[in-house]
């Protein structure tokens, strides 16, 4: 392997992998020297690699000195354009085991069904290609808990072994669908939304891993990297950077729990909820409570709220509250009598997406869903955008009219 500087912009690769135990090293050739890196990254690049061609890859356990705080200080925030701009981003998910090349050619066939518009076999059985077991243990990889890397991906490549599917996968459970393809769109506190139970190799990257995905400015003190800090000070400095200025915040060495002290103003009880994923917008109704707090988010709010993709699921019975000195509400729910925070930002889903909605329920067989109605839905690239084209999809009878010049407007 060679360490490249042109000075020009060149197609690279950038592998996507677990460190895994470092303790027992392997060894490569670096410019003609000894360089150690750990067994999982030498084994991906084994199957990386190309007797044939020269491939260009990133590799960030090369690349960036892990040993040199500064230099990973001025190499985290640009992670994000790293892999946004890779050619191909390569993800590793490790040996074959656990018929992983059965669970590949499950997903691959899932691929030609989605892709064909046609609907999976009744009987997800073997002999239909379908293999469940083999899907579910592939899943349980610890490259499945990683960060972010492949949601700013613009082309991906999975691998486990020999077993290889090309191709963006914008529906992956991997790739959150509102992965911003510009700084500007998702605070900090939407981010740890999403990503506050995914692994990472060192504690300060539950935090520095997004720094180069939110619009928050990047300089805020508590947002400057600092990996000579101990974990709890930069949790605690985090954490009060996102919750209001009134609460006490209270960590421990080690540990990713933040206990806090504060008031809160109940606005309601989550009465019902709308489907779950975590990588698409949740939808709930809210039964509001009589105070003047909860009468302010019921004039704006009807009835409906929303979240962004979550890690973790709103139910029903859970309370919508509003933190003091915070602008929008949280979701709690009670846990051995305290009560936790499940979302930080919630929002209200609007009265267009609740105008469509109340259409498409009584309008029937005969709803007008034209190829100018989805023109008009898919417009705006935003996320109310995409949640009203959902439901017209939803209440198009399966065949919505999902035409050249729709597909050229989206």
């Given at each position: 392997m060679r360490l490249r500087d042109t000075g020009k912009a060149h197609h690279y690769e950038a592998p996507s992998y677990v460190w895994g135990n470092q303790n027992d090293p392997q060894t490569i050739l670096v410019d003609g020297g000894d360089f150690q890196i750990g067994q999982n990254l030498y084994t991906a690049l084994l199957y990386i690699r190309d007797d044939q061609l020269v491939r260009h890859?990133?590799?960030?356990?090369?690349?960036?000195?892990?040993?040199?705080?500064?230099?990973?200080?001025?190499?985290?925030?640009?992670?994000?354009?790293?892999?946004?701009?890779?050619?191909?981003?390569?993800?590793?998910?490790?040996?074959?085991?656990?018929?992983?090349?059965?669970?590949?050619?499950?997903?691959?066939?899932?691929?030609?069904?989605?892709?064909?518009?046609?609907?999976?076999?009744?009987?997800?059985?073997?002999?239909?290609?379908?293999?469940?077991?083999?899907?579910?243990?592939?899943?349980?990889?610890?490259?499945?808990?990683?960060?972010?890397?492949?949601?700013?991906?613009?082309?991906?490549?999975?691998m486990c072994g020999t077993a290889e599917i090309h191709g963006l996968m914008s529906g992956a459970i991997a790739r959150p669908r509102y992965i911003p393809s510009t700084r500007g769109e998702l605070s900090m506190a939407e981010l740890i939304d999403m990503y506050h139970t995914r692994a990472a190799t060192q504690l300060h990257d539950k935090v520095y891993a997004l720094l180069g995905l939110t619009c928050d400015d990047p300089k805020a003190v508590a947002l400057i990297l600092d990996y000579t800090a101990p974990w709890d000070r930069v949790l605690e400095r985090f954490v009060k950077y996102i919750l209001p200025s009134p609460f006490r915040v209270q960590t421990l060495p080690d540990h990713e729990s933040v206990f806090l002290t504060g008031k809160g103003y109940t606005i309601g009880q989550i009465s019902s909820v709308e489907g779950y994923t975590s990588s698409v917008r949740q939808s709930f109704t809210i039964t509001f409570v009589y105070t003047s707090c909860a009468a302010h988010f019921k004039e704006k709010w009807v009835s409906r709220g929303i979240i962004g993709p979550s890690a973790k699921p709103v139910r029903q019975d859970d309370v919508l509250i509003l933190l003091q000195g915070a602008s929008k509400p949280s979701v709690i729910r009670l846990f051995e009598g305290y009560p936790i925070i499940i979302v930080l930002a919630a929002k209200s889903r609007g009265p267009a997406q609740d105008i469509m909605l109340f259409l498409c329920k009584h309008g029937g067989e005969n709803l007008p869903i034209t190829e100018d109605v989805l023109k008009v839905a898919v417009s705006h690239a935003s996320p109310a955008s995409l949640a009203m084209v959902n439901i017209l999809c939803k209440y198009a009878g399966g065949n919505p009219p999902i035409t050249q010049d729709v597909l050229k407007v989206a």
């Open positions: 890859l990133w590799v960030d356990a090369i690349c960036i000195n892990h040993n040199d705080e500064d230099e990973k200080a001025r190499q985290f925030p640009l992670m994000r354009d790293i892999y946004g701009h890779a050619h191909r981003v390569l993800v590793w998910l490790g040996n074959g085991a656990d018929n992983s090349d059965q669970a590949f050619e499950t997903i691959r066939l899932a691929g030609e069904w989605a892709l064909a518009g046609n609907t999976p076999p009744q009987e997800l059985t073997p002999q239909s290609g379908f293999h469940k077991a083999a899907c579910l243990e592939l899943l349980k990889r610890d490259w499945f808990r990683r960060i972010w890397e492949v949601g700013v991906a613009r082309d991906i490549s999975i």
